[in-house]
T-cell receptor
Framework: GNSVTQMEGPVTLSEEAFLTINCTYT??????LFWYVQYPGEGLQLLLK?????DKGSNKGFEATYRKETTSFHLEKGSVQVSDSAVYFC?????????????FGQGTRLTINP | SQTIHQWPATLVQPVGSPLSLECTVE??????LYWYRQAAGRGLQLLFY??????ISSEVPQNLSASRPQDRQFILSSKKLLLSDSGFYLC?????????????FGNGTRLTVT
């Protein structure tokens, strides 16, 4: 079945550091790929998405490129802020009977120190 | 604009007691609805999804059930809670059309079974 693997956390960085959170996937067909972010005590929010190979999703300074050849969708940000501290989830879409079922990675907790 | 409401935000229940978590969506019609669970230190697991009133698909065998009595209402239930039912429960919705439509999550219910 489809699956998503994220780099193990937690990740701790200093403010203005460069961020990479690795994500690889296994899927049949051509899924869409997503990054969601979860701030403390809240639900998940969509951060960015890419729907086909070589697409780049971007939002709030974060970027991720859909790499079909390496089955990856790594999340990057050039200069992180304290407010980026959260749990980040990589996910792929798996459609079944009209429902948009998302398969999530295990999440990566990111802490940014001032 | 669309909004999703979940309640209660937190719940502490003894083993063997019943459970009812409710989720409602406003500002959209005919949504797909989902229940996810996030266990401590783990990723998100899809429990149930629904593409219409009275239509429920279960992803994993468990002690829980779901119902959709109205178009924009989704209920998660249990007759007798187990310790292993503790976790963070998230309701989500997506549009019916669009393979790439994102899921929109509520703020979740933290359930502790004692």
């Amino acid at each position: 079945g489809n699956s998503v693997t994220q780099m193990e956390g937690p990740v701790t960085l200093s403010e203005e550091a460069f961020l990479t959170i690795n994500c690889t996937y296994t899927a049949t067909g051509y899924p869409s790929l997503f990054w969601y972010v979860q701030y403390p005590g809240e639900g998940l929010q969509l951060l960015l998405k890419a729907t086909k190979a070589d697409d780049k999703g971007s939002n709030k300074g974060f970027e991720a490129t859909y790499r079909k050849e390496t089955t990856s969708f790594h999340l990057e940000k050039g200069s992180v802020q304290v407010s980026d501290s959260a749990v980040y989830f990589c996910a792929l879409s798996d459609r079944d009977q009209g429902a948009q079922k998302l398969v999530f990675g295990q999440g990566t907790r990111l802490t940014i120190n001032p | 604009s669309q909004t999703i409401h979940q309640w209660p935000a937190t719940l502490v229940q003894p083993v063997g007691s019943p459970l009812s978590l409710e989720c409602t969506v406003e500002g959209t019609s005919n949504p797909n609805l989902y229940w996810y669970r996030q266990a401590a230190g783990r990723g998100l697991q899809l429990l149930f999804y629904s593409v219409g009133i009275g239509q429920i698909s279960s992803e994993v065998p468990q002690n829980l059930s779901a119902s959709r009595p109205q178009d924009r209402q989704f209920i998660l239930s249990s007759k007798k809670l187990l310790l292993s039912d503790s976790g963070f429960y998230l309701c989500a919705w997506s549009t019916r059309t669009g393979y790439n439509s994102p899921l929109h999550f509520g703020n979740g219910t933290r359930l502790t079974v004692t």
